[in-house]
């Protein structure tokens, strides 16, 4: 079992940055690929970021290239989501979720995750 805990969202302006933090707790973090998901109202969730248990490969949604940042540190067992050039479109709920069935790779099927954060509001301004 793992636990998984957000933190970091708030209220930004557009072109704003913000720093999702994700801790983990229970089983061995280093043992799971990570992932970001987020839903906006209305919206079905949609993935957003991931990176593998090994920190070798990581993968992003086409709408957030370039401006968000997945990374990890198994020491802290934490996950982050560093978010730049934030746009009012990005504004939802920001979930971080665990899977461990991939190493090397991972994951942006959020049916192949075990286990999932309670989820943080990110809301962008314009």
């Known amino acids: 079992q793992v636990q998984l805990v957000e933190s970091g969202g708030g209220l930004v302006q557009a072109g704003g940055s913000l720093r999702l933090s994700c801790a983990a707790s229970?089983?061995?973090?280093?043992?799971?690929?990570m992932g970001w998901f987020r839903q906006a109202p209305g919206k079905e969730r949609e993935f957003v970021a991931a990176?593998?248990?090994?920190?070798?490969?990581?993968g992003y949604a086409h709408f957030v290239k370039g401006r968000f940042t997945i990374s990890r540190d198994n020491a802290k067992n934490t996950v982050y989501l560093q978010m730049n050039s934030l746009k009012p479109e990005d504004t939802a709920v920001y979930y971080c979720?665990?899977?461990?069935?991939?190493?090397?790779?991972?994951?942006?099927?959020?049916?192949?995750?075990?286990?999932w954060g309670q989820g943080t509001q990110v809301t962008v301004s314009s």
């Open positions: 229970g089983r061995t973090f280093s043992s799971y690929g």
């Open positions: 990176i593998s248990r090994s920190r070798s490969s990581t």
């Open positions: 979720a665990a899977e461990g069935k991939y190493y090397g790779t991972y994951s942006v099927n959020s049916a192949e995750y075990d286990y």
